[in-house]
C-alpha cells in the first residue's frame, strides 16, 4: 500500500465527484436536447449536419465500450469527426458507458419485436446554440478544463444506475 498526502486523498475525492457531477450533467443535458429534437445520432448523420451546418452543433459526444476499441472503421471516423471539431471550436467528450447511454436516450439495446434497430449511439450531435443550458454550460467548462490539461479531448464515464 502507497501512502499519499491528504491532497492526493482530497484532489483524487473531487475528481470523482467532479466527473460524477460532469456525467450527470452529460445525461440531463442529453435527455433536454432529445426533448426539444436537438440531438443528431449516428456517425453517418453528425457528418451530414457538420458538412451542412457545424454553426448549429455545440457539443459533439463521442461514445464507445471495450470492444469498440479493435473497431479500426469506427475510431477512423472518430479521427476525422475529432479533428473538424477542433477545426471550428466544437466541445468534444469522449464517453463510455454504451448501455447506460442508451438507457438515458430510451433506446433498446437491441433488435426489438418489431424489427426496428436500435440507432448508432457512437456519435452525438448536440445542436441548438440558442438553447442556453445550464448543464451544456457545465459540460462545456469540463472540456475547457480538460483542453487547459492538455487532453484535447475531455472523457466521462457513464455510470450504471
Known amino acids: 500500500m502507497t501512502n499519499m498526502t491528504l491532497e492526493e486523498v482530497v484532489g483524487c475525492n473531487s475528481t470523482d465527484r467532479k466527473m460524477e457531477t460532469v456525467s450527470e450533467a452529460l445525461e440531463e443535458l442529453l435527455v433536454a436536447a ?65 448501455k447506460r447511454l442508451a438507457q438515458v436516450l430510451g433506446e433498446p439495446l437491441s433488435t426489438d419485436s418489431n424489427a426496428n434497430e436500435p440507432r448508432d449511439l457512437h456519435c452525438i450531435l448536440v445542436t441548438n446554440p440558442q438553447a442556453e443550458h445550464l448543464k451544456l454550460n457545465e459540460v462545456g467548462s469540463y472540456c475547457k478544463e480538460s483542453r487547459c490539461r492538455n487532453q484535447w479531448v475531455a472523457s466521462i464515464a457513464l455510470q450504471e444506475r
Open 34 to 98: 432529445q426533448r426539444q429534437n436537438c440531438l443528431t445520432v449516428g456517425v453517418y448523420e453528425s457528418a451530414q449536419l457538420m458538412n451542412v451546418d457545424p454553426d448549429s452543433v455545440v457539443l459533439c459526444v463521442l461514445a464507445t465500450d471495450e470492444e469498440d476499441e479493435n473497431d479500426v472503421a469506427l475510431q477512423i471516423h472518430f479521427t476525422l469527426i475529432q479533428a473538424f471539431c477542433c477545426d471550428i471550436d466544437i466541445n468534444i467528450v469522449r464517453v463510455s458507458g454504451m
